[in-house]
């Protein structure tokens, strides 16, 4: 029966994807290096160990809005489930190496891109848990199938700065918000009404400019 294990080799930005796309290379190997694996059908979930890294003030400042104050930290501060993701791995022996594509969302009402955003340099600690199919061949028998167990894990430090020049390169100078309908509708009535030709200049008019200072 195989016993496989998993690394994340590396992480990088996909090019020329509609979205947002980081691609984690993952290594898959096998304890019976002759055993042939005909395919795996992979399940991973991506966890962010949040508690697996420091903080400095401006970080702590930048996350009130997902965990509360600093000093309520130890009460708040928990694991984020980031995506799963799904893929099917070619037959190979002994070892083999995947990309899992992480399809990435800008909208900052998703608690993940409010702590990535937060984050001003440094590694994200993240935690990847595998489960699926595996199906395989033994010597002298026919194709068999066995259960990836949830035990299954790995570990990977992504860097801070390709998520941010992931960003600014799909959204340059760019930040998305989310809002309820009439919220925007009123806010819509307003650009007309004052004849204002950008959603900057509204903002910028409703906003007090004490307000921005330090933002």
């Keep these: 029966m195989p016993d496989l294990s998993f690394k994340v080799e590396e992480a990088s930005v996909t090019p020329y994807a509609i979205t947002p796309t980081l691609g984690l290379k993952l ?50 501060l928990r694991t984020l489930l980031w995506t799963h993701v799904s893929v099917v791995v070619p037959g190979f022996t002994g070892s083999t190496v995947v990309e899992l594509p992480i399809h990435c969302t800008f909208d900052f009402n998703v608690a993940v891109t409010k702590y990535f955003d937060g984050l001003r340099a440094g590694e994200i600690p993240l935690q990847l848990l595998f489960s699926g199919t595996v199906f395989y061949a033994e010597p002298d028998d ?62 910028e008019r409703v906003l007090p400019v004490e307000e921005t200072v330090g933002s």
């Design 27 to 76: 290594r898959i190997t096998n304890a019976d290096r002759a055993e042939l694996i005909h395919t795996v059908a992979l399940r991973c979930q991506i966890q962010i160990d949040v508690v697996r890294r420091r903080y400095t003030t401006k970080e702590q400042a930048a996350m009130r809005d997902l965990f509360g104050e600093p000093e309520r930290w130890s009460q708040t």
């Design 142 to 203: 026919g194709l068999q199938v066995a259960p990836i167990s949830w035990s299954q894990e790995a570990q990977f430090r992504l860097p801070v700065k390709l998520w941010r020049d992931m960003m600014d390169a799909y959204y340059p100078n760019t930040a998305w918000l989310n809002l309820r309908r009439d919220v925007f509708e009123r806010l819509h009535e307003y650009k007309m009404r004052n004849g204002l030709p950008t959603w900057e200049q509204v903002l």
